[in-house]
């Protein structure tokens, strides 16, 4: 059964057009992240929720903005997307308790940009 | 500086052989953890295996197991008996600091391609 889900799988729009990414989890995990990943590169994270507290990483753009509107699910918003914000974006989930728990990832959705 | 380095772009190894897939890292962090994940083309990221900056022994997980060596500062994934479902890229990553919450710094990746 899959515990952290990403939908869609696939998402097509077009340059300008504000798009958003889901991510559910039946985990209860307290922490919530999300990573891009462009073609043939590593996961690069761009932000991530503790409980309600957001931390955005120094050099993720203002483009991308995030929601938590409660502990299963958390969105991406991208308000103007361009062409070089093409890539897969990984959606994960851990729990605080220890630095030794993985963090467990959806499938990700391929976003791609017209 | 990188903080995870992968000197591996891409690996072709025989079925049924061993393979070692070489990580190292920099930090100046005392407590720190270090994962394993696989990706198949299929896009997901699977959880192979975790070694914590104070654990003594070396990590294993069935096939996999991990050669810690702190010391040097490297984390080599190590696949005993190499099966053609193993074709994937393996993505080093290291979590800093004590705390469970904080992101994972990811590595370029190694693309292993297991031949019949």
């Known amino acids: 059964d899959a515990m952290v889900i990403q939908n869609p799988r696939y998402q097509v729009t077009q340059f300008g057009k504000p798009v958003t990414l889901s991510c559910s989890q039946t985990?209860?995990?307290?922490?919530m992240y999300w990573y891009q990943q462009k073609s043939s590169q590593a996961p690069k994270l761009l932000f991530h929720?503790?409980?309600?507290?957001?931390?955005n990483e120094a050099d993720t753009p203002d483009n991308f903005q995030s929601r938590r509107p409660n502990t299963s699910f958390c969105f991406l918003d991208i308000r103007s997307p361009g062409l070089g914000d093409a890539a897969m974006y990984l959606c994960?989930?851990?729990?605080?308790?220890?630095?030794?728990?993985?963090?467990?990832f959806g499938d990700g959705t391929r976003l791609s940009i017209l | 500086a990188q903080k995870i380095t992968q000197t591996q772009p891409g690996m072709f190894v025989q079925e049924k052989e061993a393979v070692t897939l070489d990580c190292t890292y920099d930090?100046?962090?005392?407590?720190?953890?270090l994962f394993w994940y696989k990706q198949p083309s299929s896009g997901e990221m699977i959880f192979l295996i975790y070694?914590?900056?104070?654990?003594?022994q070396n990590a294993t997980e069935g096939r996999y197991s991990l050669n810690f060596q702190k010391a040097r500062k490297s984390a080599n994934l190590v696949i005993s008996a190499s099966q053609l479902g193993d074709s994937a890229m393996y993505f080093c990553?290291?979590?800093?600091?004590?705390?469970?919450?904080?992101?994972?710094?990811f590595g370029k990746g190694t693309h292993l391609i297991i031949q019949p």
């Open positions: 994960a989930t851990s729990t605080r308790l220890n630095s030794n728990q993985p963090q467990h």
């Open positions: 930090t100046s962090d005392q407590s720190y953890g």
């Open positions: 985990l209860n995990h307290n922490v």
């Open positions: 990553a290291m979590r800093e600091g004590g705390g469970g919450a904080d992101g994972l710094t």
């Open positions: 070694q914590g900056s104070y654990d003594e």
């Open positions: 929720y503790y409980d309600k507290d957001f931390n």
